[in-house]
């Protein structure tokens, strides 16, 4: 990369920070969840030394403070394939599919995220982006008009698309460009305080769907929430009321475990903010529920059989404890449930240096000493938990599921390409930190 141009990382923290700072500014009980969290974070650091350990050792602690993801409702193919050009500025990609119509909410769904782990440690900055299905919307002349209505919108503004060109035809932005672009980009996912429908229509795509109002009826895709991340959301969870937030009932995902998997979320009520409806060339004052402030905890990433006992734990929904998935770093390992990043230590080292010929097995080098192996963390989403987290927000409006046939196709195609799996992304991972380790060992492959 020639030198004048600014790594993607560093605009993506940049743009990161902007927009905490703005939604913190827009939305106050942010920036007491934010306090909360970096109470509880310490305190669980203090108080478990070991943990403190894990998360220095992976570093995990250096991006601990600037863990953040947010999410986003787009209205059309259109806008989804200009928000990945963006976020691709900021070194950003696709991970997964979600689907989450058969949990009755009209849109299906990526993780805008950094892939590879230096970048998540520099900034691991991730956007949810959910696409509405207007297939969804039941009365044929709403959903006509309600793509009208997004048809006439650009939820980007001319200077930032004019960036997004440049940084596609140079292969970067320069420093001045970057600072310029996350300014222009932050404009996309600011807060509307005027509808651009009159209260009527409102009322209509409301009753069409929460999901369609909150997406049709303003000029842009409004930040929903940002999400820090915590050490010990059960501690965050029964602290909330007493920093002034109302929590949802119940904590998203796994239960509490020694050896945390995947992701725990929870969050605190969307609020009712004032909105004003354009009518007869007046406003007319109401009110729109949207934006909300979730925390969230991540575990260790499970391969395809570590994911499968936590579905079939999900489906059967009982019990503390999930079946097949022991609460233990080595047997996880062992029994290749979770992904691990493997590393050669001192020891390991030292044989090899001195000309000593260690074995190929990377489970015989941990077991020798002469590696470690530390759990992935788990950087994407779960549907069960999204849906969950989508309803606890739709001010107590519930839908039956919708049946329809599979959307990944059309997903695939408004974003241009296939999302990535997150499965290869994570064994990628592993393969790569067991390459480099067995170099350092000076063990040539089998
Ligand atoms: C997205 C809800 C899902 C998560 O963390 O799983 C989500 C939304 O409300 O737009 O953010
Ligand atoms: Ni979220």
Redesign the pocket.
Known sequence: MPEQLVHPDAIRARFAAAMSGMYRAEVPQYGALLELVAQVNAATLARDPMGADHYRRTGEIDRLASER?G???LGTPGELAVIARAFAVMGMEPVGYYDLAPAGLPVH?TAFRPIDSGSLRRSPFRV?T?LLRPELIADADLRAEAMAILARRSIVTPRALQLIAKAEDAGGLTAPQAEHFVAELLETFRWHAEATVSAADYRRLLAAHRLVADIVSFAGPHI??L?PRTLDIDAAHALMPAHGMKPKESIEGPPSRRCPVLLR?TSFMALEEPVAFPQDGALVAGSHIARFG?I?QRGAALTPQGRSRYDAWLEADDGAAIPGLPDDWTQLRILGLCYFRYRATDQGKAVADGGGRLPNDPEALVATGHATADPISYDD??PV??AG??RS?LAGETHAGYSVTDGRTSFAEALGRDALDPFALYDQAQAASIAEMRIRLRISAA
């Open positions: 993801h999410a986003i409702r769904s949810f959910s929903n929430h999400t979320q979730e969230e989403f779960l938990s999204a987290i989508f927000n």
